[in-house]
């Protein structure tokens, strides 16, 4: 079984928009995500989110094509009631963190990669960049 690990929405777009310098890093992993050797799992508001920023610097026909692309090589976990509850309660200061934090737990990731670890400070999950992800690849 592969590692499963959550891809938060600001790195889902460095890939998505091929954003420098980030892409590199996010399409290496894109690149094991889609051999299996890790399961890349996202939220279904980082599509909403994606299809929104990529139809604003491409046609939406485009922006589509690459969400349906990504889609074929990740996996979504499910967002219901329960996992908006405890956003809803939790510490976290942007809601949004916290739907991706819970729906990271829910779906039995072991980590989170984002650009953005400060918005992960409550996590009991590793945070780590793209970077430091594929460091840790490495040291093993």
């Known amino acids: 079984m592969s590692k499963r690990i959550f891809i938060d929405t600001n790195v889902m777009l460095d890939l998505l928009g091929e954003r420098k310098p980030f892409y590199e890093s996010i399409a290496k992993i894109a690149s ?48 219901d009631a329960q996992t908006i509850e405890k956003g809803l309660n939790s510490s976290f200061k942007d809601f949004e963190d916290a739907l991706q934090y819970f729906s990271a737990i829910e779906s039995g990731c072991e980590l989170i990669i984002t650009r953005n670890g400060k918005d992960f400070k409550k996590s009991l999950l590793p945070v780590m960049s793209p970077d430091e992800f594929l460091n840790s690849l490495v040291k093993k």
Do not use: D, H, M
Not at 55 to 77: Q, Y
């Open 32 to 79: 094991l995500g889609e051999k299996e050797v890790l399961t890349l799992v996202v939220s279904p508001i980082s599509y909403a989110t994606l299809n929104y920023f990529l139809s604003k610097f491409e046609n939406s026909k485009k922006a589509r094509e690459k969400l349906r692309k990504f889609n074929v090589i990740s996996e979504i976990c499910s967002l």
